[in-house]
Protein backbone atom coordinates (compact mmCIF):
# COMPACT_ATOMS: atom_id res chain seq x y z
CA UNK A 1 0.00 0.00 0.00
CA UNK A 2 1.18 3.43 -0.67
CA UNK A 3 0.59 6.86 1.29
CA UNK A 4 1.51 10.25 -0.19
CA UNK A 5 1.23 12.72 2.42
CA UNK A 6 0.99 16.43 1.00
CA UNK A 7 1.72 19.05 3.95
CA UNK A 8 3.07 22.66 3.31
CA UNK A 9 5.43 22.50 6.34
CA UNK A 10 7.71 19.69 5.65
CA UNK A 11 8.62 19.00 9.56
CA UNK A 12 4.34 18.43 10.13
CA UNK A 13 5.14 15.97 6.67
CA UNK A 14 7.68 14.13 8.76
CA UNK A 15 5.60 14.03 11.54
CA UNK A 16 2.67 12.24 9.79
CA UNK A 17 5.54 9.69 8.93
CA UNK A 18 6.44 9.21 12.34
CA UNK A 19 2.83 8.25 13.08
CA UNK A 20 1.61 6.35 10.42
CA UNK A 21 4.79 3.91 10.16
CA UNK A 22 4.48 2.36 13.59
CA UNK A 23 0.68 2.13 13.01
CA UNK A 24 0.30 0.86 9.44
CA UNK A 25 4.33 -1.03 9.01
CA UNK A 26 3.51 -2.86 5.46
CA UNK A 27 2.95 0.88 3.89
CA UNK A 28 5.41 2.99 1.74
CA UNK A 29 5.09 6.31 2.95
CA UNK A 30 5.97 9.42 0.92
CA UNK A 31 5.79 13.05 1.09
CA UNK A 32 4.49 15.40 -1.02
CA UNK A 33 6.39 16.54 -3.41
CA UNK A 34 7.47 12.74 -4.55
CA UNK A 35 8.39 11.15 -8.12
CA UNK A 36 5.53 8.64 -7.50
CA UNK A 37 2.82 8.73 -10.07
CA UNK A 38 0.06 6.35 -8.10
CA UNK A 39 -0.62 6.14 -4.57
CA UNK A 40 -3.61 4.20 -3.23
CA UNK A 41 -4.02 6.96 -0.73
CA UNK A 42 -2.96 10.51 -0.09
CA UNK A 43 -3.33 12.63 3.59
CA UNK A 44 -2.93 16.20 2.55
CA UNK A 45 -3.58 19.77 3.83
CA UNK A 46 -4.03 22.54 1.25
CA UNK A 47 -1.87 21.04 -1.27
CA UNK A 48 -0.61 22.62 -4.74
CA UNK A 49 -2.77 23.12 -7.52
CA UNK A 50 -0.20 20.55 -9.87
CA UNK A 51 -0.86 17.52 -6.90
CA UNK A 52 -3.52 15.75 -9.46
CA UNK A 53 -1.56 16.47 -12.78
CA UNK A 54 1.18 14.89 -10.83
CA UNK A 55 -0.16 11.99 -9.11
CA UNK A 56 -3.05 9.62 -9.08
CA UNK A 57 -4.63 8.23 -6.38
CA UNK A 58 -6.63 5.05 -6.40
CA UNK A 59 -8.17 4.58 -3.03
CA UNK A 60 -9.13 8.06 -1.01
CA UNK A 61 -8.22 11.46 -0.13
CA UNK A 62 -8.48 11.76 3.21
CA UNK A 63 -8.06 15.94 4.50
CA UNK A 64 -5.97 16.30 7.36
CA UNK A 65 -8.45 19.16 9.03
CA UNK A 66 -11.89 19.03 9.19
CA UNK A 67 -12.56 21.16 6.43
CA UNK A 68 -12.45 20.24 2.45
CA UNK A 69 -12.95 22.90 0.61
CA UNK A 70 -9.17 23.59 0.03
CA UNK A 71 -9.44 19.97 -1.46
CA UNK A 72 -12.60 20.57 -3.38
CA UNK A 73 -10.70 23.75 -5.18
CA UNK A 74 -8.23 21.27 -6.72
CA UNK A 75 -7.81 21.36 -10.47
CA UNK A 76 -8.19 17.84 -12.11
CA UNK A 77 -9.73 16.43 -8.62
CA UNK A 78 -10.94 12.94 -10.12
CA UNK A 79 -14.77 12.63 -9.57
CA UNK A 80 -15.51 9.52 -8.21
CA UNK A 81 -12.05 9.53 -5.50
CA UNK A 82 -14.05 9.56 -1.90
CA UNK A 83 -12.53 12.32 0.12
CA UNK A 84 -12.61 11.67 3.66
CA UNK A 85 -12.85 14.82 6.88
CA UNK A 86 -11.30 14.69 9.98
CA UNK A 87 -14.04 13.92 12.64
CA UNK A 88 -12.98 15.59 15.75
CA UNK A 89 -9.91 14.07 16.89
CA UNK A 90 -9.33 16.09 19.63
CA UNK A 91 -10.33 19.18 17.78
CA UNK A 92 -13.72 19.45 19.37
CA UNK A 93 -12.32 20.17 22.61
CA UNK A 94 -10.11 22.90 21.57
CA UNK A 95 -12.75 24.35 19.66
CA UNK A 96 -15.34 24.61 22.87
CA UNK A 97 -11.87 25.93 24.60
CA UNK A 98 -11.76 29.09 21.78
CA UNK A 99 -14.89 29.84 21.89
CA UNK A 100 -15.91 29.74 25.70
CA UNK A 101 -12.96 31.97 26.09
CA UNK A 102 -14.51 34.17 23.65
CA UNK A 103 -18.17 33.67 25.15
CA UNK A 104 -16.61 34.55 28.75
CA UNK A 105 -15.20 37.46 27.82
CA UNK A 106 -17.81 39.00 26.47
CA UNK A 107 -20.14 38.17 28.96
CA UNK A 108 -17.46 39.55 31.85
CA UNK A 109 -16.80 42.48 30.21
CA UNK A 110 -13.39 41.82 29.71
CA UNK A 111 -12.22 44.30 27.42
CA UNK A 112 -14.11 47.22 29.73
CA UNK A 113 -12.12 46.33 32.16
CA UNK A 114 -9.37 46.27 30.88
CA UNK A 115 -9.87 49.46 29.93
CA UNK A 116 -10.67 50.19 33.47
CA UNK A 117 -7.39 48.95 34.80
CA UNK A 118 -5.26 51.08 32.39
CA UNK A 119 -7.62 54.38 33.54
CA UNK A 120 -7.24 52.97 37.25
CA UNK A 121 -11.10 53.18 37.28
CA UNK A 122 -12.43 51.12 40.12
CA UNK A 123 -16.26 50.20 40.30
CA UNK A 124 -17.91 47.00 38.68
CA UNK A 125 -20.06 46.57 36.00
CA UNK A 126 -23.79 45.16 36.21
CA UNK A 127 -23.69 41.12 35.11
CA UNK A 128 -26.74 39.44 34.67
CA UNK A 129 -27.53 35.94 34.63
CA UNK A 130 -25.86 33.86 31.77
CA UNK A 131 -29.06 32.73 30.99
CA UNK A 132 -30.19 36.36 29.75
CA UNK A 133 -26.64 35.76 27.42
CA UNK A 134 -28.24 34.11 24.15
CA UNK A 135 -25.36 32.78 22.04
CA UNK A 136 -26.29 31.27 18.35
CA UNK A 137 -24.06 28.78 16.99
CA UNK A 138 -24.02 28.42 13.16
CA UNK A 139 -23.27 25.09 12.13
CA UNK A 140 -24.37 21.85 14.36
CA UNK A 141 -22.08 19.31 13.22
CA UNK A 142 -19.19 17.97 14.62
CA UNK A 143 -17.68 20.53 15.92
CA UNK A 144 -21.05 23.37 16.36
CA UNK A 145 -22.96 20.41 18.12
CA UNK A 146 -20.05 20.32 20.75
CA UNK A 147 -19.36 23.97 21.45
CA UNK A 148 -23.15 24.62 22.10
CA UNK A 149 -23.50 22.19 24.56
CA UNK A 150 -20.58 22.88 26.37
CA UNK A 151 -21.85 26.71 26.15
CA UNK A 152 -25.12 25.56 27.57
CA UNK A 153 -23.40 24.01 30.19
CA UNK A 154 -21.78 27.34 31.40
CA UNK A 155 -25.20 28.91 31.55
CA UNK A 156 -25.66 30.84 28.27
CA UNK A 157 -29.04 30.48 26.26
CA UNK A 158 -27.77 28.51 23.24
CA UNK A 159 -29.43 28.66 19.92
CA UNK A 160 -28.58 26.64 16.86
CA UNK A 161 -28.48 26.80 13.18
CA UNK A 162 -27.99 24.37 10.63
CA UNK A 163 -28.45 22.97 7.26
CA UNK A 164 -30.71 20.26 8.17
CA UNK A 165 -32.95 20.21 11.00
CA UNK A 166 -31.16 18.97 14.37
CA UNK A 167 -31.83 18.24 17.75
CA UNK A 168 -30.00 19.00 20.42
CA UNK A 169 -30.54 19.00 24.18
CA UNK A 170 -31.46 22.14 26.03
CA UNK A 171 -30.91 23.93 22.81
CA UNK A 172 -33.70 25.39 20.18
CA UNK A 173 -32.56 24.36 17.02
CA UNK A 174 -33.50 26.37 13.93
CA UNK A 175 -32.55 25.50 9.55
CA UNK A 176 -32.21 26.25 6.53
CA UNK A 177 -32.98 29.53 4.85
CA UNK A 178 -36.32 30.29 6.47
CA UNK A 179 -34.98 29.59 9.75
CA UNK A 180 -31.82 31.95 9.54
CA UNK A 181 -33.73 35.42 9.79
CA UNK A 182 -35.19 34.22 12.99
CA UNK A 183 -31.96 32.58 14.50
CA UNK A 184 -29.81 35.66 13.87
CA UNK A 185 -31.83 38.45 15.60
CA UNK A 186 -31.37 36.19 18.82
CA UNK A 187 -27.80 36.18 18.74
CA UNK A 188 -26.31 38.65 20.85
CA UNK A 189 -22.99 36.34 20.08
CA UNK A 190 -22.74 34.39 17.13
CA UNK A 191 -20.03 31.94 16.45
CA UNK A 192 -19.46 30.47 12.65
CA UNK A 193 -18.91 27.16 12.83
CA UNK A 194 -20.46 25.99 9.46
CA UNK A 195 -17.93 24.78 6.38
CA UNK A 196 -16.97 27.04 3.44
CA UNK A 197 -19.62 25.90 0.46
CA UNK A 198 -21.15 27.50 -2.17
CA UNK A 199 -24.31 28.38 -0.06
CA UNK A 200 -21.93 29.93 2.82
CA UNK A 201 -19.48 31.81 0.65
CA UNK A 202 -20.26 35.79 1.70
CA UNK A 203 -23.20 35.00 3.71
CA UNK A 204 -22.39 37.29 6.30
CA UNK A 205 -22.69 40.43 4.56
CA UNK A 206 -24.20 43.69 5.53
CA UNK A 207 -27.80 42.68 4.92
CA UNK A 208 -27.72 38.96 7.25
CA UNK A 209 -24.98 40.98 9.64
CA UNK A 210 -28.08 43.59 10.13
CA UNK A 211 -30.28 41.04 11.57
CA UNK A 212 -28.01 40.78 14.46
CA UNK A 213 -29.09 42.50 17.96
CA UNK A 214 -27.66 45.64 18.74
CA UNK A 215 -24.53 45.40 20.04
CA UNK A 216 -23.31 41.98 19.21
CA UNK A 217 -20.18 40.17 18.66
CA UNK A 218 -19.33 37.51 16.09
CA UNK A 219 -16.77 34.51 16.61
CA UNK A 220 -15.68 33.22 12.92
CA UNK A 221 -13.67 30.18 13.63
CA UNK A 222 -15.08 28.35 10.77
CA UNK A 223 -13.40 29.72 7.22
CA UNK A 224 -13.20 33.60 6.66
CA UNK A 225 -15.20 33.01 3.46
CA UNK A 226 -18.54 33.15 5.22
CA UNK A 227 -17.88 36.33 6.04
CA UNK A 228 -17.80 39.67 3.79
CA UNK A 229 -14.88 41.64 5.27
CA UNK A 230 -15.57 45.30 4.67
CA UNK A 231 -18.89 44.68 5.75
CA UNK A 232 -17.91 43.46 8.96
CA UNK A 233 -15.94 46.56 9.28
CA UNK A 234 -18.68 49.01 8.74
CA UNK A 235 -21.19 46.51 10.69
CA UNK A 236 -18.26 47.46 13.96
CA UNK A 237 -17.66 50.89 13.04
CA UNK A 238 -21.31 52.08 12.71
CA UNK A 239 -21.87 50.69 16.41
CA UNK A 240 -23.98 48.07 15.22
CA UNK A 241 -21.66 45.27 16.59
CA UNK A 242 -19.75 45.22 19.30
CA UNK A 243 -16.99 43.81 18.18
CA UNK A 244 -15.77 40.68 16.48
CA UNK A 245 -12.90 37.92 17.28
CA UNK A 246 -11.75 35.89 13.94
CA UNK A 247 -9.36 33.04 13.71
CA UNK A 248 -10.02 32.86 9.66
CA UNK A 249 -10.02 35.39 6.80
CA UNK A 250 -10.65 35.85 3.21
CA UNK A 251 -6.94 35.99 2.88
CA UNK A 252 -4.95 33.76 4.59
CA UNK A 253 -1.98 34.41 6.35
CA UNK A 254 -3.55 38.42 7.35
CA UNK A 255 -1.69 40.31 5.05
CA UNK A 256 0.16 43.17 7.39
CA UNK A 257 -1.57 46.35 5.85
CA UNK A 258 -5.21 44.72 6.18
CA UNK A 259 -7.29 47.21 8.45
CA UNK A 260 -8.06 44.18 11.00
CA UNK A 261 -5.09 44.08 12.53
CA UNK A 262 -5.18 47.29 13.97
CA UNK A 263 -8.69 47.70 14.93
CA UNK A 264 -9.62 47.99 18.31
CA UNK A 265 -12.75 45.78 18.80
CA UNK A 266 -11.42 42.69 16.71
CA UNK A 267 -9.61 39.58 17.99
CA UNK A 268 -7.14 37.85 15.91
CA UNK A 269 -6.06 34.51 16.42
CA UNK A 270 -3.93 32.96 13.36
CA UNK A 271 -6.24 30.47 12.31
CA UNK A 272 -5.33 28.60 15.37
CA UNK A 273 -8.66 27.61 17.16
CA UNK A 274 -8.64 24.55 16.60
CA UNK A 275 -5.46 22.14 15.25
CA UNK A 276 -4.87 18.89 13.41
CA UNK A 277 -3.46 16.93 16.36
CA UNK A 278 -1.41 14.28 14.40
CA UNK A 279 -1.00 11.35 16.52
CA UNK A 280 -4.68 11.32 17.14
CA UNK A 281 -6.17 12.46 13.29
CA UNK A 282 -3.58 9.28 12.20
CA UNK A 283 -4.80 7.26 14.20
CA UNK A 284 -8.61 8.21 12.73
CA UNK A 285 -7.19 7.58 9.40
CA UNK A 286 -5.64 4.54 9.87
CA UNK A 287 -8.72 3.10 11.10
CA UNK A 288 -10.37 4.13 8.39
CA UNK A 289 -7.97 2.85 5.85
CA UNK A 290 -8.16 -0.43 7.58
CA UNK A 291 -11.94 -0.24 7.34
CA UNK A 292 -11.57 0.65 3.33
CA UNK A 293 -9.03 -1.97 3.06
CA UNK A 294 -11.53 -4.75 4.26
CA UNK A 295 -14.36 -3.33 1.77
CA UNK A 296 -16.38 -1.70 4.45
CA UNK A 297 -17.72 2.04 4.55
CA UNK A 298 -16.60 4.92 6.07
CA UNK A 299 -17.79 7.66 8.16
CA UNK A 300 -16.94 11.10 7.12
CA UNK A 301 -17.61 11.09 3.20
CA UNK A 302 -17.94 14.80 1.64
CA UNK A 303 -20.76 15.03 -0.35
CA UNK A 304 -19.45 16.50 -3.07
CA UNK A 305 -23.02 18.00 -4.25
CA UNK A 306 -23.49 19.29 -0.79
CA UNK A 307 -20.09 20.81 -0.36
CA UNK A 308 -18.92 19.05 3.18
P1 LIG B 1 -19.46 19.16 10.06
O1 LIG B 1 -19.52 18.10 11.08
O2 LIG B 1 -19.52 18.79 8.62
O3 LIG B 1 -20.63 20.19 10.40
C1 LIG B 1 -20.97 21.23 9.54
C2 LIG B 1 -22.23 21.87 10.08
O4 LIG B 1 -22.48 23.07 9.30
C3 LIG B 1 -23.46 20.98 9.94
O5 LIG B 1 -24.31 21.14 11.06
C4 LIG B 1 -24.13 21.53 8.69
O6 LIG B 1 -25.53 21.34 8.63
C5 LIG B 1 -23.82 23.00 8.85
N1 LIG B 1 -24.00 23.71 7.58
C6 LIG B 1 -23.50 23.41 6.36
N2 LIG B 1 -23.96 24.27 5.44
C7 LIG B 1 -24.80 25.10 6.09
C8 LIG B 1 -25.61 26.18 5.68
N3 LIG B 1 -25.66 26.58 4.41
N4 LIG B 1 -26.38 26.80 6.61
C9 LIG B 1 -26.35 26.39 7.90
N5 LIG B 1 -25.60 25.38 8.36
C10 LIG B 1 -24.82 24.75 7.45
O7 LIG B 1 -18.12 20.02 10.23
P2 LIG B 1 -17.24 20.26 11.55
O8 LIG B 1 -16.29 19.15 11.75
O9 LIG B 1 -18.15 20.62 12.67
O10 LIG B 1 -16.41 21.55 11.09
C11 LIG B 1 -17.06 22.73 10.71
C12 LIG B 1 -16.08 23.68 10.03
O11 LIG B 1 -15.20 24.25 11.00
C13 LIG B 1 -15.13 23.02 9.03
O12 LIG B 1 -15.75 22.86 7.77
C14 LIG B 1 -14.00 24.02 8.97
O13 LIG B 1 -14.23 24.94 7.95
C15 LIG B 1 -14.05 24.73 10.32
N6 LIG B 1 -12.88 24.44 11.17
C16 LIG B 1 -12.09 25.47 11.57
C17 LIG B 1 -11.02 25.22 12.40
C18 LIG B 1 -10.16 26.35 12.89
O14 LIG B 1 -9.11 26.10 13.49
N7 LIG B 1 -10.56 27.58 12.71
C19 LIG B 1 -10.73 23.93 12.81
C20 LIG B 1 -11.55 22.90 12.38
C21 LIG B 1 -12.63 23.16 11.55
P3 LIG B 1 -26.18 19.85 8.64
O15 LIG B 1 -26.14 19.47 10.11
O16 LIG B 1 -27.54 20.04 8.13
O17 LIG B 1 -25.29 18.99 7.79
C1 LIG C 1 -8.95 23.65 10.14
O1 LIG C 1 -9.23 24.74 9.77
C2 LIG C 1 -9.63 22.46 9.74
O2 LIG C 1 -10.48 22.53 8.83
O3 LIG C 1 -9.34 21.40 10.32
Known sequence: MKIVIAHPDPAAGERWCAELSPRL????????????????????????????????????LFSAGAGVDHLLRLPALPAQLPIVRVENAGMGLQMVHYCALEALRVYRQDDAYAQQKADR??????????????????????????????????????????????????????????????????????????????QTENLFDSHHLAMLPQGAWLVNAARGALVVETDLMLAIDSGHLAGATLDVFQTEPLPETHPFWVHPKIRITPHSAAATLIDETAEQIVGKISSLERGETVSGVVDRARGY
Open 25 to 60: PQAQLATWPTDWTQADYAIAWKPADDFFTRLQIDRA
Open 121 to 198: RWFDRELESPARFTIGVFGLGVLGAQVAQALRDLGFTVIGHSRSPRSLPGIECYAGDAGLEPFLRRCQMLVLLAPHTS
